[in-house]
């Protein structure tokens, strides 16, 4: 149980051009999703928490107009790189939990590898 | 503030031996601790909870609140244990969100 799918797994696009990452959950309801973002070798970084049905939270320092979240179901939640750039070349990864409280832990797709040309 | 520190990047032990990859935290109410593990060309996945006081794969961890430590620990290392291990926190409040500390990877040798 408590499985989550993350597609695409890789994506090569143009400098410019937005991309869209997909984050479901398969056999639960995800109340919260989280979006990370991992540079070689180093640790997972969270950008932002999603909420269902509400915006989602961004951490200090990232760009909100760059990364746009939407969670419009219990289901799935989507991160779009607009206008992407080298410099947004990363793993990212998704996570969701099951509900607020308790310390439900986060189940984790198995990440997006974005490259910018 | 949050955080997570976990002192080595890298730790090789042989096959066999205790292994301990270290683990300390910094927060001011009532944190909880989880171990994640990342075997190769693998989702990261929950290896175990400090409020499950479980044993999963013959690995353990113990809250120290007076340490500010959650040390994992396995007493006879085995090969399939190599792995990237990431010790996270997450507050007791609001969205719960985890702080990771930079990870230890893991190699046992044979």
């Known amino acids: 149980g408590a499985v989550v799918s993350q597609h695409p797994s890789w994506v090569i696009c143009k400098s410019g051009t937005s991309v869209k990452i997909e984050c479901r959950s398969l056999?639960?309801?995800?109340?919260?999703m989280f979006w990370y973002r991992q540079f070689p070798k180093q640790s997972l970084m969270l950008m932002a928490t999603?909420?269902?049905?509400?915006?989602?939270?961004?951490e200090q320092g990232v760009e909100k107009d760059k990364f746009l979240i939407n969670h419009a179901s219990l289901t799935l939640s989507t991160l779009t790189v607009t206008s992407a750039h080298p410099e947004d070349s990363s793993f990212y990864i998704c996570?969701?939990?099951?509900?607020?409280?308790?310390?439900?832990?986060?189940?984790f797709g198995d990440g997006t590898r974005l490259s910018i040309l | 503030a949050q955080r997570v520190t976990q002192p080595e990047k890298l730790l090789s032990v042989f096959k066999g031996a205790p292994v301990e990859l270290k683990c300390n935290y910094s927060y001011s109410g009532s944190p909880e601790l989880f171990w994640y593990v990342q075997y190769s060309r693998q989702r990261l996945q929950l290896l175990l909870r400090h409020i499950s006081r479980e044993s999963i794969k013959g690995f353990t961890a113990d809250l120290n609140k007076g340490e500010t430590s959650f040390h994992l620990k396995k007493p006879f290392a085995q090969e399939e244990d190599s792995a990237m291990y990431y010790c996270a926190l997450s507050g007791s409040q609001g969205a719960q969100k985890l702080v990771f500390g930079q990870g230890t990877r893991l190699t046992i040798n044979p």
């Open positions: 996570s969701a939990r099951s509900r607020t409280g308790g310390g439900q832990p986060q189940h």
């Open positions: 999603s909420n269902e049905g509400s915006k989602a939270t961004y």
């Open positions: 056999d639960f309801q995800a109340t919260t």
